[in-house]
């Protein structure tokens, strides 16, 4: 059975702290890892990742798959409040369809 | 570019109601899905189109839950009758290709 985990399941930080997401994934196969940030009700795209150890970042949100590992981490840098959301991992598996995880719900208190 | 459309944005029914949710996707996007998000979970599939025809089905609970998008563009999902556990937000998404899906703003649904 496909599996997504992200941890932690939540996080509460401080406006500048950096902060960092995890994801394991075991699925039967894989094509990409994508992360999205879901604030309120619909996610929005943030990275997709296919090959190991290239990192890809924008502003202060940062990602990196490890297909060894079978893992990936978003980094965010200087959080702000407007990063409080819930970060889903997921993951594009042969069936042609996302396996989500169940998300980290991030809190960044001023 | 307008994004992807869902109404209504809230429901509330009584179990054993029948409910139905609308969705149109971005212009052009031929793939479309519905994914049922329980509170604290992430989204689970339940049905993928392509153009008007189905892709995966596997995880659409076909006892109560049924879904269309007859002319390749708008879909409705219907839950007759809905149960407890049904309560979820409902969130449809439309993408060109597969990691590049856009979702819309979702359904709350509430059983009682």
């Known amino acids: 059975e496909d599996k997504v985990v992200q941890s932690p399941l939540s996080l509460v930080v401080h406006e500048g702290d950096t902060v960092t997401l995890n994801c394991s994934y075991e699925v039967t196969n894989f094509r990409s890892l994508l992360w999205y940030k879901q604030e309120k009700k619909a996610p929005t795209f943030l990275f997709m990742l296919t090959s190991s150890g290239i990192e890809k970042k924008s502003g202060r949100l940062s990602s990196i798959l490890d297909k060894k590992e079978l893992s990936s981490i978003l980094n965010i840098t200087a959080t702000q409040t407007g990063d409080s959301a819930i970060y889903l991992c997921a993951v594009e598996t042969g069936a042609n369809n996302l396996f989500f995880g169940t998300g980290t719900r991030l809190t960044v208190i001023p | 570019e307008a994004g992807v459309a869902q109404s209504p944005r809230y429901k509330i029914i009584e179990k054993r109601q029948s409910v139905a949710f609308w969705c149109n996707p971005i212009s052009g996007h031929a793939t479309l899905y519905w994914y049922q998000q329980i509170l604290g979970q992430g989204p689970k599939l339940l049905i993928q189109?392509?153009?008007?025809?189905?892709?995966?089905d596997s995880q659409l609970p076909k006892d109560r839950f049924s879904a269309e998008r007859l002319k390749g563009v708008d879909s409705t999902l219907k839950i007759q009758p809905a149960k407890l556990e049904d309560s979820a937000v409902y969130l449809c998404?439309?993408?060109?290709?597969?990691?590049?899906?856009?979702f819309g703003p979702g359904t709350r649904l509430t059983v009682l």
């Open positions: 998404a439309s993408s060109l290709m597969i990691n590049t899906q856009y």
């Open positions: 189109f392509q153009n008007n025809g189905v892709v995966d």
